[in-house]
């Protein structure tokens, strides 16, 4: 059962930012997961907590995906950054066989709650096992 994650909520920082006229505040989806899951377990769905970020601060959400055989660690912050703005982006580190390194970047400020990817759908969905049927050995 795939289930349904939900996240922790994250600190965005002990320092503060100098307001700027004309500029408010975002309001971002905030949160956390560390979990290993059988890759069968894919995709995966998550919902999240929100936090009031400080003036000038963008929205950011970073997902690691690394599967390892069948097991797949899944990492995810969401949150506030002082960091530019970054288009979505999904970069493969490695491919398989055996180990599989994916990542998804995203920080925006054109919107409250723009840091919204839900699950790992439209970064990675798992292929299906083959057996060792038509393969020479």
Same mark, same amino acid.
């Given at each position: 059962?795939?289930? &349904?994650?939900? +996240?922790?909520?994250?600190?965005?920082? @002990?320092?503060?930012? *100098?307001?700027?006229?004309?500029?408010?505040?975002? %309001?971002?989806?905030?949160?956390?997961? %560390?979990?290993?899951?059988?890759?069968?377990?894919?995709?995966? $769905?998550? #919902?999240?907590?929100?936090? /009031? =970020?400080?003036?000038?601060?963008?929205?950011?959400?970073? &997902?690691?995906?690394?599967?390892?055989?069948?097991?797949?660690?899944?990492? +995810?912050?969401?949150?506030? #950054?002082?960091?530019? @703005?970054? %288009?979505?982006?999904?970069?493969?580190?490695?491919?398989?066989?055996? *180990? /599989?390194?994916?990542?998804?970047? $995203?920080?925006?400020? $054109?919107?409250?709650? =723009?840091? @919204?990817?839900?699950?790992?759908?439209?970064?990675?969905?798992?292929?299906?096992?083959?057996?060792?049927?038509?393969?020479?050995?």
């Amino acid at each position: 059962d795939a289930g &349904v994650l939900i +996240l922790t909520c994250l600190s965005c920082g @002990d320092g503060f930012a *100098l307001p700027i006229p004309g500029v408010q505040a975002l %309001e971002c989806k905030s949160g956390t997961i %560390e979990a290993i899951k059988q890759a069968s377990d894919f995709p995966q $769905h998550w #919902t999240t907590g929100w936090k /009031s =970020c400080e003036t000038g601060e963008g929205c950011q959400e970073t &997902v690691m995906i690394i599967k390892n055989g069948p097991q797949v660690t899944l990492i +995810l912050t969401k949150g506030c #950054t002082m960091a530019k @703005d970054q %288009e979505a982006r999904v970069t493969q580190h490695r491919a398989g066989p055996g *180990l /599989s390194i994916i990542s998804y970047t $995203h920080v925006c400020r $054109h919107r409250d709650f =723009c840091n @919204d990817l839900s699950t790992t759908a439209s970064i990675w969905a798992p292929t299906p096992a083959t057996g060792a049927r038509g393969r020479g050995c």
